[in-house]
């Protein structure tokens, strides 16, 4: 059997928080478990948002509680570099290849034109969108262009696309009702999320993906993704996120639960302890070192839905 391939791949955006690091921890002991490789990508696609700083923090933030990586940031390998900001032309080919294959077309709408338009919203409030620029003349797209840098969408077919998720089972969507057009280019020219994961975890020869429950409804167009560019796409396994008593997600917002405050109030294997509780392997919260987990590592006992940090138990 060939070797498993996982990665991590982070925004470092911010300082990282629990829910990060719980999806950071279950991607490390399942690549472990297997005696596989670990990768280590910085996705810092977003120049106003990502700061090298922060990947710093996030490699040192991984270190500490004891997670390593056999390739990736920091370290190099075969695979670099292992920042997306220095990727690009690996993103632009791809794109050039979906436009070859007459997929991509030029979207002028501003966001208030698509949030005015009535179309259906995706569970997580994002909009569908309707195809309006699909129709363009080449003209109208001239005129356009004049007064406007067009964000490029990729056409989606009317189809049904499945997988069986490894921890979420069976999951679907259908590619035209519920995902509409995407987004692969922003009109700053970033290549956008769904279409820069694929390239690398393509390219990385990543084999499992472990990522948070989040972004399960993106794998159907990272799928088609992986079809038109001809690559062979990973398994996946989406990990339940951590929410607040209310029910809300935990997120970088919640500056307590980031990795600065949880530094100073855990050690590391307190807070190893505590999220491989919440992941089902440790019977009770008790303190753990990652390598010793590693062992027993048991997708089986991983829970599906999503899980509520009792405020009690961060009060270490
Ligand atoms: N960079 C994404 C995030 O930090 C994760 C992407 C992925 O794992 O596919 O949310």
């Not at 070797?3 to 991607?27: D, E, I, K, T």
């Not at 923090?57 to 220095?86: F, K, T, V």
């Not at 990990?239 to 029910?247: F, H, I, Q, S, Y």
Request: charged share 25%.
């Amino acid at each position: 059997m060939t070797q498993v391939r996982g990665r991590f791949a982070p925004s470092p955006s911010g300082r990282m928080h629990l829910g990060n690091l719980f999806s950071g921890l279950l991607a490390w002991l399942s690549v472990r478990r297997s005696g596989g490789v670990m990768v280590l990508r910085m996705e810092d696609l977003d120049p106003d948002r990502c700061r090298r700083e922060y990947a710093e923090q996030l490699a040192d933030d991984l270190r500490w509680l004891g997670l390593d990586w056999d390739e990736g940031y920091g370290l190099g390998g075969p695979h670099g570099p292992y920042l997306q900001s220095q990727r690009t032309e690996l993103y632009q080919a791809a794109f050039q290849k979906l436009e070859g294959q007459g997929l991509v077309y030029p979207c002028f709408c501003t966001r208030a034109e698509r949030l005015a338009a009535s179309a259906p919203h995706r569970s997580d409030g994002q909009v569908i969108y309707t195809g309006k620029c699909r129709c363009l003349t080449e003209e109208e797209q001239r005129e356009k262009s004049a007064n406007r840098c067009p964000a490029w969408r990729l056409m989606v077919p009317d189809r049904e696309m499945s997988f069986t998720d490894g921890l979420q089972g069976p999951y679907s969507e259908h590619l035209e009702r519920d995902c509409g057009d995407f987004i692969v280019r922003r009109s700053d020219g970033v290549y956008a999320y769904q279409l820069a994961v694929v390239c690398d975890d393509g390219a990385m020869e990543i084999s499992q993906v472990v990522r948070g429950r989040d972004l399960l409804d993106s794998t159907p167009r990272q799928l088609y993704l992986y079809e038109r560019l001809g690559l062979r796409p990973p398994a996946f396994y989406h990990v339940p996120l951590l929410l607040a008593p209310d029910g809300r997600r935990l997120s970088k917002r919640e500056r307590d639960l980031d990795m600065g405050a949880l530094r100073r109030r855990f050690t590391p294997e307190g807070l190893t302890g505590l999220l491989a509780f919440w992941a089902g392997q440790l019977d009770k919260p008790e303190p753990a070192v990652p390598g010793e987990l590693a062992g027993v590592f048991d997708w089986r006992k991983v829970p599906a839905g999503d899980i509520t940090v009792l405020p009690e138990l961060l009060e270490a």
